[in-house]
Structure formats: C-alpha cells, structure tokens
C-alpha cells in the first residue's frame, strides 16, 4: 500500500491499531505513582465497635467554627478520621450548605503546623513544659488585672468565660474585623433590633451599599440560599449593588455603580431627594436635622460629591419606588469612615420612607443573654490597646483572635502590648499574637472539642447548635478551649463548675437541663442535640420600632492631594480576616473577582493605572500616613478610579508554612481614624499615595483565569433589553 | 495516613480509556492477548472467566508470619470469615485482634506465632501488618461489588468456593504463610477482567 494510496477508513484502521496497542501498553505499565506496599502499616481495631465498617462513612452532626455565622455541619468520618465536611440540612442558618471555609476545615484540623504542646517563654524563647507547668504558672501569675481578647463567642463557652471573667474581674474584649458592627448598632439605634430579619427572599429588589451579603457579610451562607429565592421568585429580584469595589455580591448584582469611597450616605440621602420631590414621599415624622439633609443632597449636588450621575441616580429612586418590596442594606464599605454611622443611618432612613419595616425588614428572635454570641468589633480593638497603654492589664489572654494582626501599625499595639506583665494565648496556631505570648496552651481543633454556638444573625428560628468532636484529638497534649475553661475555673475554686470532670460532661448537663418551656423539639435534648446538630428553642419575636434618628450632616474628610486614593481593604469568602491564610486549599481557591491566587494585589481602575503608567504585575508602592506596603497591580474596571482595593488576608510575620512571608497586609497601614458615634476603626478612611516601584525580580502575579473579555466568542449570548421585555415579560 | 485500617487501597492506575474510536478494532487484539494468556479456567466460578495473568511481588515482612495456609487450606475456614468486611465495604479490611483471640485464646496457644499475638492482646495492643496489596488513590475499587457479582448473585457458586474469587486479584493465597502479590492489578489487569467478565466499562466507575 503505497503511502498516496491511503485511504482514509484504512488510515483510521491503523491509527486504531497502533492507538489500541499504545493504550493497552501503558496499561500494564507499573505504576508511576507511589503504592504503599509492603510500607504502610495498616493496625486491625483490637476490637471493633459493632456499627463500624472499615470503608464506610460515618455522619456526625457538628458546627462549623470558620467564621461567626454558626453554621451546622455533618462531617464523615471513616476509621476514625473526618474526611468530608457538609452542611446540616437541619440547621437554620445553612439549611444543608456550606461554604468553601467551612469545607476547608479540614485543613485547619489536619494542619502540620499546630501547636502540639503547652509552651512557656524562658529566656526569650518558647520551650516546651508539661500542662501541670503551664497551669502552675497561670495561677502564679493569674492574680493581677486581666483581660480577655476573643473572637466572637458564644454559647457555653461564653458562660465559662463570663464566669471566669466575673471571678477574676477581668475585662472581655471580643474584637472582629470582618462584621457589621456599625450597622448593628443603626438598626438597634432606628428599628429596635440589633439584627432584625432580613427578607431578602421577600424582597423584589435590594440596593446594597457595599453589603456583600454573599460572601462575607454576617451570614453569607444563608443570604446566598434566601438570594437563589429572590432570583427564582416569579418576579426575578433584582440587585443594585453601590460600592467603590466590586465584591461577590457586586459581580452578581443587575446594576452596579461605582461609588466615590465614603459618599454612599449622600447618595442615600439623594435617593430620598428624589422620593420626595419627585414621587411624593412624605418625611414631615423625621427630625429637623434628617429633613434638612435630605432637601440639601439635590440630584446635581450629589453627582458633584458621588461621582454617580443624575440618570443613575433618578433610575435607583425610580426602581425603589415602583418595583414592590424592597430591602436597603449597607455593608463595610459605608461603615469604615469617621461619620460612617451618619452614612448607614442615611442608608437605614430609606428603608423606613419606602415601608420596608416589618416587611423586608422583621423583628428577630434572640438567644437567651447567657448563650447569646458576644459579637466582636474593632472598637474593642481600641479599648483594649489603649487599656493596654495604660498599664491597666497584668495578664491578657488571647483565643480565636489574632489581633496584632488585625491592628493597624498606627494603633502601636505591639509596643503597648511590652506593658502587660503576662500574655496567655489559647492557640491552635503560632500566629503574630501567639508568638509573642509567654504561655502558649495548644487548643485541640473544632473538629475534636465539644461547644455549642449560636450565630448573631438568626433566621427567625431560634437553635443552638452543637458543636462534637469529629474525631480523637491528633495531638494528646492538646485540649478543647471549654476543658482549659473548667481547669481555669477550679483554680479559682468557682464552685458551681467544681462537679463537671471536664467540658463534656458540663455541656451535656447543660444542654439535658434545658428547662422543658424552652425545649421546642421536645424529648431528651441531649440526644436530640448530638443526632440532628442543633437544639430548637422556643422564642418569641416583638416588632420592629422604626424611628428615625438626627441626622447631622456628614463632614467628609476634604481631599489630601498628597494622598490622592482611597484605600479599600476588601474581605473576600477565602482568607476572610487573614484566619484562613494558613489554608492552602483557600490559598490556591482562585479570588472571585481576579482570580489571584496565594498572592496580595492592588486593584487599579485602568485610568488610574495609565496615570501611573503602570500594567498588569507591576509592583507599586502603597503609603499612608501610617505605613506602606508593596503589591503588584491588577488592572480592573471593576473599581472606582479614586480608588484602589487591596484584599485582607495575607502578609503574615508568623503562622505556620503557608501563611507566612506572603503579599500584604493592606490593615497594617491603616490610619487611626474611627467612627466618631461607634468608636469602630474607620476602616475605609485611609488616603494613600501609589508610585511604582521595581518589584523583586521574577516574581509574577498569579491568576488562575486570563481575560475578562469573550473574545467576540459570544459565550454568555447577551440580547438587547427590549427585546427581552417583549419576549420575557416586564424587566 | 499512619494508621488506617486498610487493607487494601481502593483504587488502581493511570491510563486513557479504551472504549474509543471503533470498538470492533480492539477486539481482534483481545483475542491476540488471551492467545498469549491462555490458561485452563478455574472450574470452581460458574459463570465467569479468571484472568491469569501472574506478577511476583515483593515478599513484605509482617510482625507475625501469619500461616494463610493452615487456616484456609488446613482447616478450610473460609477467607470472609476473617476478612469480615469484604462483603458489606470496599475494603476488606484486616479482622480485629478480638478475632483472632476468639480461637488462640483454646487453639494453638503453645505456638511461638500465638505467644507472640496474645502478647500483643495482652498489652492492648494490635500488630502493625503491612500493607501487600495497594492500589493508586485516584481508583475507586470496592470489594463488596465483586462478591456481590462473582459470589452472592452468582447462580450455581457456592460460597464455599469464595477463595477461588479472591484468587482472581489475590492469587493462590491459600497456599502462602505471608499473603505476597501475584496479580498485577494494573489498570489492563482489571480491564482485560472487566471485558471477559462483562463488567462495567465506564471510566467513571472506577475513576470518580
């Protein structure tokens, strides 16, 4: 056959021939992979509990300690080991889903680099003692003036700490960086309810202020199941989405405006403008101060202030007006100013002029105060540096906080922090704050300790959730935060914890004890608790108060033309505050909007980026008044041009292998300005000055996707708006 | 991943799919590899076609010579007797020492072997066997699907034969102390099966 004569049935025969024979080759090729014959041990159970099969997965019912919402989980676990991590369909937080930090608990649990023994500092380094050690130097030194630093905590953890709090009259401290404290505090201030119900399934538009209620603000996971209502509803939700840049939420939203950074107050002042000038809205109940506000914020003026033109503005006022319900949401974006609180009273002022108190927005029901959580902010941050300066602490302990990380450099935490006598932290992690502690004790993980939680945010239903060991714990040395609790407790003879050999034991008594009025599922609560994960109590709800507040007018900082940019240090569903930065999964999960991954960036708009001649993986110095620090460029229209946004998370001096030596920590430069009625760290209100500067040589900007463009490729198929109004109804 | 209760891995090796353009083209090389492969069947699985292909595996060392011989040639117990979880898991794990002492706490207790294991009883302690037989992670292999086929739904098998079905991967273990690998269990090895035997031939059953 010559070689021209070939046909094309005869060419596949032999492509198929000699393809098959490849094929079947490498088949029986030996592995290239590592087998484990003849290395691995594999130890029989000496005897084995009758419901258990090598093989087989096992579900437990837990709670997901990543972030605050309080989140249940079911976790699988097989010859002792938790391999997989769900949500509890029964929780009422989740409702069966979980996010991509609480699958990643994991690897919190199985990380190398956690603390495995009690640690004592002696001649200025840590050295390993035994707990009877490290408990003998507590009680030594635990006489003076504490404090405790936390998380935000809750449940049965929050009674021992209250408990030890009280014995030792020490001052608690929870402090937070990601959450919504400003907002609380307007909602409790306007409507009666810290955290009133939001009905974002109810609600046929939002306009969200920066609330990026998808991804990291208060309850992610529960705001994503409540907006795939609000999308399928029969009248498709729609989602305005006003912020300097763009989060999660943002890149879902119908429209998105970019806002000036701290203007969003304004703008929701003109809207009312607009409400009331246009489509007759009365405000005669408001005070004085709020009508004059919103008189003043014509349409012009705030597109002078805003940066958002009149047409865009008139649309939102138009579409709040006439599209049914809707829900007004500020987020963190409108809270980090100095008159952060004036903003999100502006923002709350239109949920009460368009009706949505009691509609969109509903009265909540509450965990009894000993369980409630006790929510963490930054203002405690403040309290507890400046308490620390004073020379009013003698011994500080730290749990579930790092906050020499979250402090910004212009708080001098860690210089005050040389003036406690005494730092104790209760630590999984050698983190910035852990390795400057002189008592280290090493907490088991959330998946080996027992705990109960309850979410600040509730869906209207009121659980505790429960929180059990997955597993035994990986390191014997280590012990659950409620077992170092009771330790801490018997030392200072409290005598209603002396009977309770260890937190379990106290837990179950606790949760059995639960008095029959509240018990709303009835039966043995205990068991009920361990077999479906949370414990549904009986609450009732009030209604909501709306009421105004004065309203003076903001004074916005005026421009500094040394400082010419905004900087938005934005929390992403990933590394959160910098906790999960030691994750590797959430290292390498690619960054919603940049696809970023196991790096910092900046965030430029393209016209800000042609004004400092700068590209894509360039690096650029970033300064503040308090600091600077150093990234490399993403050029992205999805950003106000006075603008830069540099993502939380990275840039640690400590924690473990995967964490340290990475990018940037944009909080480390921030200035001390606060929100002059909250006292929180005005997060947003940092002016910076970019130039650009050489970078270390090779090292490239990572992302896991190329373009933002379709490339004329027609992949998301677009189709003109009215055409889609006389094919699928009203838009 | 120190001290899993494994037996064998559940899992098996890397490799395209076969089932590609024209089937009918590879048939014709199957029969040219069962040429080379031809060996009598073992009368004892009714409805099925052992493969026979043979590999030599490294003699493993174990903390205890386990004699497979004496119990399931010597004295016939049957391997799922032991191997407990062969049937209801993908693994088919190694019987708990409680097991074991089940018999040699009456049978035997005079032999070094038995002296040596009701030591490690007597400490709590079970021995550390090492693994014979892996496979990659990246495959899924369950044994309770191939006794389901090969034994249990199998018309006219006696589930006293089972050893002939585990011999089909594991060789004559019958006639070893030390159980060693005589199969190659590479991913030709369970296709060649799969084919003669009508198993499933999606990619996804075995890599998921």
């Known amino acids: 056959m010559a070689l021209d004569k070939i046909k094309r049935r005869d060419f596949l025969k032999i492509m198929g021939w000699g393809g098959a024979g490849a094929t079947l080759a490498g088949c029986d090729m030996p592995t290239t992979v590592t087998l484990e014959e003849g290395k691995e041990e594999v130890v029989s159970y000496l005897v084995p509990e009758e419901y258990v099969i090598p093989g087989i997965g096992v579900w437990y019912a837990s709670t997901c300690q990543q972030c605050a919402a309080g989140c249940g989980v079911h976790g699988r676990v097989r010859e002792g080991r938790v391999l997989k991590l769900e949500g509890n369909p029964e929780s009422a937080v989740n409702s069966g889903a979980l996010c991509q930090m609480g699958q990643s608990a994991l690897q919190t649990h199985y990380n190398p680099d956690r603390i495995q023994q009690p640690l004592l500092r002696s001649g200025g380094a840590l050295k390993k003692v035994s707990w009877d050690e490290a408990l003998a130097q507590l009680q030594q030194k635990a006489g003076g003036r504490s404090a405790w630093v936390t998380g935000t905590i809750s449940g049965h953890q929050a009674v021992l700490l209250d408990a030890y709090v009280k014995a030792t009259q020490a001052r608690h401290y929870p402090v937070e960086v990601v959450g919504s404290p400003v907002w609380n505090r307007v909602c409790q201030d306007m409507l009666g309810d810290a955290n009133p119900r939001l009905r974002i399934d109810e609600a046929d538009l939002i306009v969200s202020f920066g609330a990026d209620f ?258 035994e714990k990986l390191y014997p040395e280590t012990r659950g935060f409620g077992d170092v609790m009771l330790g801490l407790l018997k030392q200072r003879q409290v005598r209603e914890f002396a009977l309770y050999e260890d937190y379990y034991a106290y837990l ?151 964490a340290k030596g990475r990018g940037v920590n944009p909080l480390s430069i921030l200035n001390d300005t606060k929100d002059q009625t909250t006292g929180e760290l005005a997060l947003h209100a940092t002016r910076v000055q970019l130039s650009r500067t050489a970078g270390k040589p090779g090292d490239k900007l990572v992302l896991m996707g190329g373009s933002e463009s379709q490339l004329g490729r027609k992949m998301v198929a677009t189709v003109k708006a009215e055409v889609f109004a006389r094919s699928e109804g009203d838009a | 991943m120190s001290a899993m209760q494994l037996f064998f891995g559940r899992r098996l090796l890397s490799c395209q799919s076969l089932r590609s353009p024209g089937r009918s083209l590879l048939l014709p090389l199957g029969f040219v590899v069962a040429l080379f492969a031809a060996a009598p069947l073992l009368a004892e699985v009714p409805n099925a076609v052992a493969p026979t292909e043979t590999y030599s595996g490294d003699q493993v060392e174990q903390p205890i010579e386990f004699p497979h011989d004496i119990h399931a040639k010597v004295n016939k117990i049957n391997c799922m007797y032991c191997h407990t979880y062969a049937r209801r898991s993908k693994v088919a794990g190694i019987p708990p020492t409680s097991k074991c002492m089940g018999c040699h706490t009456v049978i035997a207790t005079d032999k070094p072997r038995i002296k040596k294991l009701t030591e490690y009883w007597e400490k709590g302690e079970s021995p550390k066997w090492k693994k014979v037989h892996d496979l990659p992670d990246y495959v899924h292999f369950t044994h309770e699907k191939h006794l389901q086929r090969f034994i249990f739904d199998n018309k006219d098998m006696k589930v006293e034969n089972a050893s002939e079905v585990c011999a089909f991967c594991h060789g004559e273990i019958k006639d070893m102390t030390v159980a060693q690998k005589s199969r190659p269990l590479t991913m030709g090895f369970c296709r060649r099966c799969h084919e003669q035997n009508k198993g499933p031939f999606d990619c996804w059953k075995c890599h998921k």
Request: charged fraction near 15%; glycine fraction near 10%.
């Open chain 1, 214 to 471: 998808l991804g990291t603000w208060n309850s992610p996971v529960h705001f994503s199941r409540q907006y795939a209502r609000f999308r399928q509803g029969p009248k498709r939700g729609m989602l305005i989405q006003i912020e300097p840049a763009m989060t999660l939420t943002g890149a879902n939203a119908d429209l998105w405006l970019a806002i000036r950074p701290g203007t969003e107050g304004v703008f929701a002042l003109g809207v009312a403008n607009v409400l009331v000038d246009r489509y007759q809205t009365s405000i005669a109940g408001l005070p004085a101060d709020a009508q004059k506000a919103i008189r003043l914020y014509t349409p012009d003026h705030v597109k002078d202030i805003t940066g958002v033109s009149v047409d865009q503005l008139m649309k939102v006022a138009e579409l709040l007006k006439k599209r049914g319900n809707s829900l007004v949401l500020a987020g963190s974006t409108a809270e980090g100013h100095s008159y952060g609180y004036q903003s999100v009273a502006s923002i709350m002022l239109l949920n009460i002029l368009l009706g949505n108190v009691g509609k969109t927005l509903q009265a909540n029901v509450h965990a009894p105060a000993q369980l409630a959580p006790r929510v963490g902010n930054t203002a405690n941050l403040v309290a507890f540096a400046e308490a620390a300066a004073a020379g009013n602490i003698d011994v500080a302990f730290f749990y579930g906080s790092n906050p020499l990380y979250l402090a910004p450099q212009s708080l001098g935490l860690k210089g005050k922090l040389d003036k406690v006598g005494f730092k104790v932290a209760l630590s999984s992690f050698m983190d910035e704050t852990t390795a400057q502690a002189d008592l280290v004790l090493p907490l088991a993980s959330a998946l080996e300790d027992w705990g109960s939680h309850v979410g600040a945010y509730q869906n209207g239903e009121l659980q505790v959730s429960i929180q059990q060991p997955l597993m």
């Open chain 1, 508 to 658: 179950r008594n606790a949760v059995a004890a639960m008095p029959a009025a509240l018990n709303k599922a009835g039966g043995n609560a205990w068991n009920n608790a361990l077999q479906h994960g949370v414990v549904a109590l009986n609450a009732g709800s009030g209604a909501l108060r709306p009421r105004a507040v004065s309203l003076p007018q903001p004074e916005m900082a005026a421009g500094d033309d040394g400082y010419p940019y905004h900087l938005v240090p934005s929390a992403r569903l990933g590394l959160w505050d910098g906790r999960h930065a030691n994750i590797p999964w959430l290292q390498e999960a690619p960054d919603q909007i940049t696809k970023v991954v196991w790096d910092s960036w900046v965030e430029l708009h393209p016209t800000t980026a042609a004004k400092l001649g700068v590209a894509r993986g360039d690096t650029v110095k970033i300064a503040s008044k308090a600091g600077a620090i150093e990234a490399k460029v993403y050029v992205y229209k999805g950003i106000h041009p006075d603008a830069i946004g540099v993502p939380l998370g990275q840039g640690h001096d400590e924690y473990g292998r995967y």
